[in-house]
């Protein structure tokens, strides 16, 4: 009986013209982006390419003495691109492609009665590049854009806004409009369960749905594919199948909320406006309103206060050692104490910058992951998140990229240190020349930054919006489910 | 005969669920958005404001005319509550150097925010009319005539000797009055809220300002209620009117707009062979000018015990910062020789007078680049933000959120005023300069004998453009909308005219 009901309406949406104009719609917006990803990601991954190119020959020529790699670091460390930045591009304009590991080669001056020297700072990473700790307040570096602000149309977008709408669209009336017509007393006068009926109802409008979001997927994919631009591996294909279900799985849940509107009031254009009404709020309004509620939420440093406690932190530590120091450090194996003192001091420095910017960044990130967490009522938001998580975009993904330069980092850290004991010749205090192996190192054995696309941790990011779906749609589901049940038929 | 009409489809739509729904949604979004938006333009105030007391202090302690270099910042426009605009995604805080004619891209952002906040789009209360009022405008236009004509009382109103024009314009009339009815009452509640913060204040032009937004406003709503009347006559079946008006409207509000404009962003490139050629130029510049004090000091050598006296030495500071290509600038060079050993005192004339000798060559280089600079950029990038701008144009919702970003000044136009007045500031920085021969005397470089004084220099002081300039921005596209009304309002008469009932 319910393959009669879906048969039913299935034939009446399809002929339907809502049927024609959603197909229509989605159709157009998958290729366009289509077409406009593969042009944006052949630049974006020339750009990868070459900046890690030019970075490794930066490199290269750093290899002609191991203090220069102690002093200067590994230089920038590039993010790379998602070749699934057409599901979502999750704001990537706006985040930062890399990661710099380089020195200002700021000096600090040491001097007593008859002697003085000087402390070049070592190496840190700067998130964002270019982020001088001296000058935090005055500048953000930011593309500066002057063009018209715009929302891009990828498929997180095609899912978030169109197929709640088109959701809601097929179903505001399935229940009052049938009602209205007294063909819902017909059919419930034969033998067929309530159950039935919404299931049947259910089904009908998720399959229309799933029609045009099928074909928009297949004929996008197969554009990129066929144009060879992008490789896709068998962890891609994996990915973009979960996109798809996470897809289907947002528009059931606004199927679900269109029979329930309907089943619960006696017209079909008061059942409408309460439903663009909800649509509006939790799909347009909420996800950007609350976002900005997150700075009020979680307070984080200042600026300003932030330069302050930069500057006190290190000046503190630099009285600390400077007044241990008793003479300049100098060059012979084994290290004076002075020189030992001054290796420390160097590298204390870097490790308390390093910890200090982290923290920073760490607290701003803080205020925006609230501010995601708020938006999460809304599932507009939460499957906006559960694309970035999947196709690698957006911020868990460069949160994930963060880390993996701060491990890289360390072991770059490890590798001087190591290539420094196996010079016998050195006095082993690594961070300043005047302990530090000067000679040349093999460029192959140095430790190359390479940013890895885990499927694990993309997963891991996405797995609470996923549940959190899935939570919305089994609430939504009961409740219409328990709505049509004891709803009356007049 | 039409007042009844009238009377009856405002009565009509007054009692409907819809309206109930558009007031208390339109009413509760303007409060949540108004709080939201005032919070932040205090923030973006006190920002401002610290930013400012920070540059008069840096400015009152600066001791020789080189390194008078005084920062300026944008406040932030009040009117951004109802269309933010470019007001916060330009830069704020500029330096004014005599050796650059600054533009747009040398302004940076002082770092209030959270600099991952961007990822949340903003949004105003233009906003809300521009998506949910629009939203509910059609649903009270859909059934308008479709649905009388399903119901049959189309025919029996049509049986009576009215005319069906009047018939028309009583719909049209009847729903614009209870769609401005929330709409005004929006404006109130957020006029309320926002002068009794007290931190905002509104001059007499800001409300006329606001009443062209108003204005704007109504000619929109009206705009997109005619559309949906439009499918309403077109259409045989209330439901066709409904799928076709709500399609249109997805297209027009939610998807033309940012399509257009990424299309523009990621087809054309911001670079052209002008470009180049301006490039070029401002290179021979550049090196015509190093050239010219190099070979001043060639030929003026001065010699001394320890070698060659250099006026360059010491208190270099190299500034460089900008945006992508068009960087290249006049280096600045400021200098505060604060103690002169008494031997070398006797070289203090040779360097006023390389002083003297050079620094009006780099003034005048400077501007030379400033004229190359500017068209260039204006080249780069405006010519792109306009294009953008012109293909936007075929959707009522953009042509409305830009003719109110031109009413509240938060306009590209709005945001670049500030630009112009800062290049005016420092026009008068330099005529300043010599006034007071600052660039052949010996404060110039050094300030051994005391620091300059500061009295008499002119203060930076930005007003943001007066209403006229403001309204005649917004007239294109409010002449659009208007024209867009009046073709939808005819086009819907001749199809209901010669419509069979």
Known sequence: MIFHIVKRELYDHLSSLRFALTTLLILILMIVNAVTYLGEYKQRIGQYRKRTRDSQDRLKARCDSLYHLVLRGPGNLQKKPSPLSFCTDGGEKLLFGEVEGSTAGRTRFWSNRDASSEFTEIWDLKYPPNYDLLFISETIPRERSIMPEYIKIDWGFVTAVLLSFTGILFTFDAISGEQERGTLRLMLANSISRNTVICGKFLSAFFTIAIPVLIGVIVSTSIIYLSEAVQFKGSHWMRLGFIVCVALIYTSIFIFLGLLVSSRVKESSTSLAILLLIWTVWVVLMPSALGSLGNRLQSRPTPKEFMAQVQDSREDLQTRYFARIKEPPRQESPATIATALGAEYVNKDAELRDRLRAGYLFAELRQIQIARSLTRISPAAVVQYAFEGLAGTGLPRHLDFISQTRQYAKQFRQFLIDTDRSDPDSPHAVGIPEGTSQKPVNFDAVPKFEDQHRFGTDLNAAIIDLLLLIMFLLVLFVSTFLSFLRMEIG | ?501
């Open chain 2, 1 to 501: 005969m039409f007042l009844v009409l009238l009377k009856r489809e405002i009565l009509a739509h007054l009692i409907t669920f819809r309206f109930a729904v558009t007031v208390i949604a339109c009413l509760l979004l303007v409060v949540i958005t108004t709080l939201i938006r005032i919070d932040d333009y205090e923030k973006r105030l006190a920002g401002y404001n610290t930013a400012r007391n920070a540059n008069r202090e840096e400015l009152l302690s600066t001791r020789t005319y080189s390194f008078l270099m005084p920062k300026v910042d944008r406040p932030p426009n009040p009117l951004s509550i109802f269309n933010a605009g470019m007001d916060n995604r330009l830069g704020n805080t500029l330096r004014i150097y005599y050796t650059n004619v600054p533009v747009l891209w040398d302004a940076q952002t002082h770092s209030s925010g959270n600099t991952f906040i961007d990822h949340f789009y903003r949004i105003d209360l233009i906003f809300i009319f521009q998506f949910v009022l629009s939203l509910l405008a059609l649903l009270f236009a859909y059934d308008a005539i479709a649905g009388e004509r399903e119901t049959g009382t189309m025919r029996l109103t049509l049986s009576n000797s009215v005319r069906r024009g009047s018939i028309l314009a009583s719909k049209y009339l009847g729903a614009m009055t209870c769609l401005i009815l929330p709409l005004i009452m929006s404006f109130i509640i957020a006029l309320i809220w926002i002068v009794s913060t007290g931190s905002i204040v509104f001059s007499g032009n800001d409300f006329l300002r606001i009443a062209g937004i108003l204005l704007t406003s109504i000619i929109y709503l009206s705009a997109i209620y005619l559309i949906g009347l439009f499918f309403s006559a077109w259409a045989s079946r209330t439901a066709t009117a409904l799928m076709l008006s709500l399609f249109v409207w997805v297209v027009l509000v939610l998807v033309y707009p940012s399509l257009s404009v990424s299309l523009i962003d990621q087809l054309t490139s911001p670079v052209d062979s002008r470009i180049f050629s301006a490039e070029k130029a401002i290179r021979q510049t550049l090196n015509t000018v190093t050239k010219k004090g190099q070979e001043y000091l060639k030929n003026n050598r001065i010699e001394d015990e320890s070698g060659k006296f250099n006026p360059e030495e010491n208190w270099q500071l190299h500034i460089g910062i900008g945006d992508g290509r068009i960087a290249m600038r006049i280096e600045f060079k400021a200098y505060d020789w604060y103690a002169i050993h008494p031997e070398s005192e006797k070289f203090i004339p040779h360097v006023i007078r390389y002083h003297q000798f050079l620094t009006p060559l780099r003034f005048q280089a400077a501007e030379k680049i400033g004229l190359l600079r500017l068209p260039a950029l204006e080249q780069l990038r405006f010519r792109r933000a306009r294009i953008a701008r012109n293909l936007l144009r075929l959707s009522p919702a953009a042509m409305y959120n830009l003719a109110t970003q031109a009413w509240a000044g938060t306009d590209l136009y709005g945001v670049e005023d500030f630009f112009q007045t800062v290049r005016q500031y420092r026009r008068t920085l330099v005529n300043y300069f010599y006034d007071k021969d600052a660039f052949s005397s010996r404060q110039w470089f050094a300030s051994d004998k005391g620091a300059i004084d500061l009295d008499d220099l002119p203060r930076f002081v930005y007003q943001r453009a007066d209403l006229w300039t403001n309204a005649s921005r917004a007239l294109p596209d409010l002449q659009l909308l208007l024209l867009l009304n009046v073709a939808l309002f005819l086009l819907t008469f001749a199809i209901f005219v010669r419509q069979e009932i």
